[in-house]
């Protein structure tokens, strides 16, 4: 089995910052891309950002040059350092990874539980 264990979230003023953490752990023997997700409620989720193995990245334009991620690839672990939060920015965060492991001979898609963010104005 694989499990993607988010942290960081909270409770955050508008401008400020956070930092999200999701690491896999499991039967895990490769991971391509990894993302954030995120859902306000009563919408859709919605992708945020992206980064694949070899640290190409792709972001959503509601958070481009607010939001960075990154991932250390020792410790399969994907990072989203969020600046200049707005309240628009409250959501649920989830932490998404396509993984080649937990039993499997082919890659699957993972999600965490989500943490929660919470900009207030």
């Known amino acids: 089995q694989v499990q993607l264990v988010e942290s960081g979230g909270g409770l955050v003023q508008d401008g400020g910052s956070l930092k999200l953490s999701c690491a896999a752990s499991g039967s895990i023997l490769s991971i391509n891309d990894m993302g954030w997700y995120r859902q306000a409620p009563g919408k859709q989720r919605e992708l945020v950002a992206s980064i694949n193995r070899g640290g190409t990245t792709n972001y959503a334009d509601s958070v481009k040059g607010r939001f960075t991620i990154s991932r250390d690839n020792a410790k399969n672990t994907v990072y989203l350092q969020m600046n200049s939060l707005k309240p628009e920015d409250t959501a649920v965060y989830y932490c998404?990874?396509?993984?080649?492991?937990?039993?499997?001979?082919?890659?699957?898609?993972?999600w965490g539980r989500g943490t929660q963010v919470t900009v207030s104005s």
């Open positions: 998404n990874a396509v993984v080649l492991g937990g039993g499997h001979v082919y890659f699957a898609n993972y």
